[in-house]
């Protein structure tokens, strides 16, 4: 068998035993590094790092001005890349996810955590990901029904073809994160993928016309990181604030980590949200 389908098949085995890793461990750690941080005035943008994207990582961070709190989530990322990666933070504050050696965390496992330790609404940036307009990280006044503030720009956001719905990609998010707390509780959603609809919601996202047979996508039969989240959020009546940009306030490459990390796989090519 060749390496790359064993390392995938150990990553596949090794994930639910580290997604509870993280929910047990990670939640505590990261409300205590919050606590250090000065979110008086701004949110924070999180930074999910993965193994072998420095070279991607360190024109993201140059962009992001001095005053914006960041913090790094290395996902994955080994001993070895560790240094490099702090030498070229800038001082800002990073943390090494509970994952087994080898793996990392789906992405909506990262920001399930999220929702969970942070104190109040943050910003989500890839490390590919670059931001020319900086009013991007202004604080946001939410209005009304408002969850999420997405790049009112193709390539940031999936129209399902059938509904006219728009679901925001995760390349750059403005999370309102009481609403998505209120997701959980009230619904029982979080931000993991889904393959099929859970039942207690089924009803509901039928009156938006989002199903088993109508995935937010159309192209995969599945609900990506954050989009099961976001169909209850439209099925209960709630909104997506666009956040307008210039055409060169920013650009996302995409697909780099897995391109780097699962051998055979395009940054060019189609991406299915984090991967496996």
């Known amino acids: 068998m060749q390496p790359e389908i064993v390392a995938r098949i150990y990553r596949r085995c090794v994930r639910p035993l580290d997604r509870a890793r993280i929910r047990r461990r990670d939640g505590a750690r990261l409300e205590a590094l919050l606590a250090g941080a000065d979110l008086r005035r701004r949110p924070p943008v999180f930074v999910v790092v993965m193994p072998k ?19 790094l989530l290395l996902n994955g990322v080994p001993r070895r890349e560790i240094p ?8 800002r504050p990073l943390m090494s996810l509970s994952v087994s050696p080898g793996a990392w965390a789906r992405h909506g496992t ?3 955590l999220l929702v969970s330790a942070c104190a109040g609404d943050f910003f989500l940036l890839d490390h590919d990901c670059y931001v020319f307009d900086a009013s991007l990280f202004d604080p946001i006044e939410w209005q009304g029904d408002e969850f999420l503030g997405g790049v009112d720009r193709q390539g940031f956001f999936t129209i399902n073809e059938r509904t006219g719905l728009r679901f925001p990609r995760t390349h750059f998010l403005a999370v309102r994160r009481d609403r998505l707390l209120r997701l959980r509780e009230e619904h029982g959603v979080g931000c993991e993928k889904a393959s099929k609809t859970p039942h207690a ?4 996202l039928a009156e938006v016309g989002i199903g088993d047979d109508n995935f937010p996508p159309a192209r995969m039969p ?29 650009s996302h490459v ?3 980590a897995r391109s780097l990390n699962q051998p055979g796989l395009s940054a060019t090519g189609p991406v299915a949200g984090d991967g496996e």
């Open 53 to 71: 994207t420095l070279g991607w990582l360190v024109p993201c961070l140059k962009l992001i001005p001095a005053e914006v709190p960041v913090v």
């Open 84 to 91: 490099e990666i702090e030498a070229e933070s800038g001082g």
């Open 110 to 112: 990262v920001l399930d």
């Open 201 to 204: 919601v089924a009803t509901l």
């Open 222 to 250: 599945f609900y990506d990181t954050l989009q099961l989240a976001m169909a209850v959020a439209f099925a209960c009546g709630w909104t997506v604030r666009d956040l307008p940009v210039e055409a060169r306030g920013i």
């Open 254 to 256: 995409g697909g780099t």
